[in-house]
């Protein structure tokens, strides 16, 4: 997800994405722990995905 895709949205759609992506995130560190996660680049992604939301946030 880009940034010029996230600065269409308002802060309303923005904080519900957050949400999604929080939990998804915290899925995935769960994943992980159990040894279940085989792809670690997810967290990565998630996680940059998390900083642009913020991003985008911030700049409302």
């Known amino acids: 997800m880009n940034y ?3 600065s269409s949205k308002n802060a309303s759609e923005l904080q519900a994405l957050l949400k999604e ?4 995130l915290f899925t995935l560190k769960i994943k992980q722990k159990m ?3 085989t792809n670690t680049t997810e967290l ?3 996680k940059k995905t ?4 913020n991003t985008a946030l911030a700049a409302l």
């Open 44 to 46: 990565r992604v998630t």
């Open 35 to 37: 040894m279940q996660l």
């Open 4 to 6: 010029s895709d996230l």
């Open 50 to 53: 998390i900083a642009r939301i």
């Open 21 to 24: 992506k929080k939990t998804e």
